[in-house]
């Protein structure tokens, strides 16, 4: 019943958090409405007993949102816009409220949550790494697979597209020539 409730709970906050996400004018909205998805994402992962799976979506895919956070944050104005309006210091404290409530929820439900069967069955003695591990290079060993090599692709084509965005270096432009192209490439 609770691991239910938490699970549609979930479900909720990280779909409205990624529409928040998709539909905010706001850099920096955008990019911490972000965040907090893929920490809750990890929270179901914890709901499910997938320990290592939430761990591992904290610490990539977290990382890797804040890394984007912070060069949204060294390359855009993004707090020139931002006008706050604290019209209501209970709305405030309210949601502070919830979201120590959520945070409670997140780190509470690997104990509360041991009772969901797995999908696949487990090997007496593994471990929640060594059963993940188990399930990945046997039974999703062709998904794995397909998925590193399309990953390997998009580093390779990113490095080849970053190449040619730098074939003109801007320290070597004089400054007139600058000015006149309006600080962009000819392309």
């Known amino acids: 019943m609770m691991e239910t409730f938490a699970f549609y709970l979930f479900a909720i906050l990280i779909t409205g958090l990624f529409a928040v996400t998709v539909m905010s004018r706001n850099l920096l909205y955008a990019m911490t409405s972000l965040a907090a998805g893929m920490v809750l994402i ?3 992962f914890f709901i499910l007993g997938a320990d290592f799976l939430g761990v591992v979506q904290l610490i990539v895919y977290v990382g890797a949102v804040m890394a984007l956070y912070a060069f949204g944050m060294m390359f855009f104005d993004a707090t020139g816009v931002i006008k706050e309006k ?6 405030v404290f309210l949601l502070g409220g919830m979201t120590a409530v959520l945070l409670v929820v997140i780190f509470a439900a690997p104990v509360i949550g041991h009772n969901i069967p797995s999908l ?3 090997v007496a003695g593994a471990d929640n790494p060594h059963a ?5 290079f046997t039974k999703y060993l062709v998904p794995f697979e397909v998925a590193a090599v399309m990953l390997l692709v998009a580093m390779i084509a990113g490095i080849i597209l970053a190449g040619k965005k730098m074939e003109r270096s801007i320290s070597k432009i004089d400054d ?3 000015e006149t192209s309006g600080g962009k490439d000819d392309e």
Do not use: D, T
């Not at 604290?86 to 709305?91: D, I, T, W």
């Open 176 to 178: 007139s020539e600058l």
């Open 86 to 91: 604290n019209g209501s210091p209970f709305l």
């Open 132 to 136: 993940v591990g188990l399930v990945l």
């Open 42 to 44: 990890s929270g179901l």
């Open 120 to 122: 696949y069955p487990p």
